[in-house]
């Protein structure tokens, strides 16, 4: 047997973490290739050894990077729910009912999931520090601008926020792939949970900081005005400290080349469990949508219905509160028992997030019944609900990235990001606003009553309750392809990576061979 036919395993598995293989840098060199190639061509794929390169990504280099990564997620979740910790001073000061009220989450949304796909795009060819620096500034400066928006000009409120969705879409969909690319196996489960700890702490602060700040300088506007500093900040920390690690560096994979985009988006589509796990979150982000906005102002009113009034920005602490500790309790638990269940169950991952979206389901509906005449056990209820919901956050995200090749994640996330908003948090506000604004007809003195509001606010938002039922089952079908759909990009992955020496002898082999035919020619 020849030395290419014995040695072709490639030497990792998918449990070498940071420690043991450490990845090529390369910053500046594009990994662009759309010539044609048919859809079931998988990437050409070599293995570089971490020590024959000088310019490897160091351990600490790596902890150091998912900590800017953790930080600049944080404000993107800070900034986006700041809007709600001050929701009804930007009710009083732009005149606006609570369907209105809905559209700055929808048209945020909107513009995030339309510019996701360009994003993954880019991600996926180009050198994505570069294009994560540009977004961020973007975005610090469009959220500074629409603090100054004056209360004649609504609309062009709505635009500001919306245009704040095109710098999170760069950042939201390609973190997570740089990632993946300096960690595998259970390092990277617990990377992403560090990572994904940003969205209920981000989301936490933007309820207590947008709430304090704006009392204490006595304008809603200040609140808008923290993030896009620290925004400035972390754009300073991606260009100076980041460094880009190699496409699938983690898997031992070096020299990835990319497919055309159609036949990257035809592989997506078709991944089973790609497809049914995004659905899922799909429901996770129309219910996250819905109680993100409308959950604070929906408290007050509670409050308010049992006779004692609870200031905008109490309201806001204790909800932001709730929210700190549910979602880090939530993520941690997520990710280790993800981890550890693995080991007795290779479809542990689905099944964790199903059990989290069905056990949230009845927390939910009995914190939405008691709301009215027990505002204290709804405060428990909520939060164990939101530690059931924040189960999924970095489980979701690990199975895209172990069931998607390195050279489609980026596309995969913009996709993922497209449906889960499109179908989700892009239109649950305003669907919840309208309903609440329909409803309200029903009695004298519509949605100006908090009394009114209560009502017609716990009846729209019972909605959330059956989605949360959906979501569950949808990724109970998920784990019936789990397994398979996760070998597949292994293998498509490993199947042609070759090392230094079998590459030598493979060009042996066809050089020896192509001597042969032409010696049988002659």
């Known amino acids: 047997m020849s030395t290419y036919d014995s040695n072709l395993s490639p030497p990792f598995d998918d449990l070498v973490q940071l420690t043991d293989m ?5 910053d500046e060199q594009p990994i662009v290739n759309d010539s044609g190639r048919n859809t079931m061509e998988t990437p050409d794929v070599t293995v570089v050894s971490p020590t024959d390169d000088p310019n490897h990504i160091s351990k600490a280099r790596g902890y150091v990077i998912v900590l800017i990564l953790f930080l600049i997620n944080l404000l993107n979740y800070m900034d986006r729910f700041t809007i709600a910790g001050v929701l009804k001073d930007i009710q009083l000061f732009y ?18 999931m339309i510019f996701s796909p360009i994003f993954g795009y880019l991600g ?67 990377a992403l949970m560090i990572f994904y700890f940003a969205i209920p702490v981000g989301s936490g602060l933007g309820y207590i900081v947008g709430s304090n700040v704006a009392e204490a300088f006595h304008a809603w506007q200040y609140a808008l005005r923290v993030t896009p500093i620290l925004g400035v900040i972390s754009v300073v920390l ?27 988006l ?40 049992v006779g004692n009034p609870t200031k905008a920005s109490t309201v806001a602490l204790i909800f932001g509160g709730i929210t700190v500790v549910a979602g880090f309790i939530g993520v941690a638990l997520g990710a280790e028992s993800s981890r550890r269940y ?56 690990d199975i895209l990235l172990y069931v998607v090749i390195p050279t489609r994640r980026s596309a995969a996330e913009a996709v993922q990001i497209l449906m889960s908003h499109l179908l989700g948090d892009a239109g649950s506000p305003f669907l919840i606003g309208v309903i609440a604004d329909a409803s309200a007809k029903r009695y004298d003195g519509g949605n100006d009553n908090p009394a009114i509001q209560f009502v017609t606010l716990q009846e729209s938002l019972y909605i959330t309750t059956f989605i949360c039922v959906l979501g569950g089952a949808f990724f109970l079908a998920c784990a019936l392809f789990i397994v398979q759909d996760k070998t597949a990009a292994e293998q498509a992955t490993k199947e042609r990576s070759l090392t230094g020496e079998d590459n030598a002898a493979y060009e042996d082999f066809v050089n020896s061979s192509s001597a042969g035919l032409n010696q049988d020619k002659r």
């Open 342 to 397: 693995k080991l007795i169950n290779p479809r542990a991952d689905p099944l964790i997030c199903a059990f989290g979206l069905l056990i949230c389901t009845p927390f939910l509906f009995f914190a939405l019944v008691l709301s009215g005449t027990q505002p204290a056990v709804t405060w428990v209820l909520i939060f164990l609900g939101e530690v059931a919901l924040c189960l999924n956050w970095a489980i979701i995200a």
């Open 95 to 112: 005149g606006i009912s609570n369907s209105e009220d809905g559209l700055l989450q929808t048209s945020f949304i909107s513009f995030y």
């Open 124 to 190: 996926d060819r180009f050198v994505r520090k570069y294009i994560m620096a540009g977004g961020i500034l973007f975005w610090a400066l469009v959220t500074f601008g629409g603090s100054f928006v004056p209360s004649k000009h609504f609309w062009g409120f709505i635009i500001m926020r919306g245009m704040v969705g095109v710098g999170e879409a760069s950042y939201s969909t390609i973190a997570p792939t740089i990632i993946a690319d300096l960690f595998s196996g259970g390092m990277r489960t617990r």
């Open 238 to 264: 991606i260009m100076v400290f980041l460094k880009e690690p190699v496409r699938g560096g983690s898997d031992g994979a070096h020299g990835l080349k990319n497919t055309s985009f159609l036949t990257d």
């Open 266 to 305: 035809k592989a997506i589509l078709t991944n089973k469990s790609f497809m049914l796990s995004s659905l899922g979150f799909t429901c996770v982000a129309f219910t996250t949508g819905a109680l993100a906005l409308w959950g604070p102002i929906f408290m007050q009113d509670a409050s308010t219905v």
């Open 22 to 26: 450490e990845v090529a840098v390369s």
